[in-house]
């Protein structure tokens, strides 16, 4: 069902999401849009994987039954893995010495599939401004910070447009028109 790209099955603010990592490693994530602390807080123990799979299946009451075996098949426990994200266009005031990079500074959903760029981007980004600066660090870390927020906005920005579309009501078609989109 997955093949070797990207399984999306979506509706209802809900939906699956798989995809296979190198080693034809199968990752699955049952998505469902809920208040911020359903992981920690919420009706399911993810302690115990056969009443996890139970809620979640409730959850999914209605849908095809190859979906549903994603989760009543699984092999391994279940795990709650809230998405976070700061807010676009999120600053801070310099604060002397220090900075932040990756995630640290930019967290976003995974639904730009830029993180792990930024991260790498961030990284170099930072080690060219200290040797521009060899001799000013704050110089190099205010000319790292503005370059790097202005790189990480509009990717902040697609993320959160990009979960939006996925978990809204007529989902799938907002994803539909997004990828109709790229054959312009």
């Known amino acids: 069902m997955v093949g070797s790209g990207m399984l999306f099955a979506l509706s209802d603010e809900?939906?699956?999401?798989?995809?296979?990592?190198?080693?034809?490693?199968?990752?699955?994530?049952?998505?469902?849009?809920?208040?911020?602390?359903?992981?920690?807080?919420?009706?399911?123990?993810?302690?115990?994987?056969?009443?996890?799979?139970?809620?979640?299946?409730?959850?999914?009451?209605?849908?095809?039954e190859t979906l549903r075996e994603l989760i009543a098949r699984a092999d391994g426990p279940l795990v709650a893995r809230p998405i976070h994200a700061l807010p676009i266009g999120h600053r801070w005031e310099r604060t002397p010495g220090v900075t932040l990079l990756g995630d640290a500074a930019h967290l976003m959903s995974p639904f730009a599939g830029?993180?792990?760029?930024?991260?790498?981007?961030?990284?170099?980004?930072?080690?060219?401004?200290?040797?521009?600066?060899?001799?000013?660090?704050?110089a190099a870390l205010a000319a790292y910070?503005?370059?790097?927020?202005?790189?990480?906005?509009?990717?902040?920005?697609?993320?959160?447009?990009?979960?939006?579309?996925?978990?809204?009501?007529d989902a799938p078609q907002g994803l539909v028109d997004l990828f109709a989109g790229y054959r312009r």
């Open 114 to 138: 830029e993180g792990a760029n930024l991260a790498m981007i961030d990284g170099t980004d930072l080690a060219a401004a200290i040797l521009a600066h060899a001799r000013d660090t704050e």
């Open 14 to 64: 809900k939906g699956f999401l798989a995809h296979r990592d190198t080693g034809a490693l199968l990752h699955i994530y049952v998505a469902l849009k809920t208040p911020a602390d359903w992981a920690s807080a919420g009706p399911i123990d993810f302690t115990d994987t056969a009443e996890a799979k139970a809620a979640l299946l409730a959850s999914f009451d209605g849908w095809d």
């Open 145 to 169: 910070e503005k370059q790097m927020f202005t790189r990480a906005e509009p990717l902040a920005a697609e993320s959160a447009a990009n979960l939006e579309i996925c978990f809204r009501a």
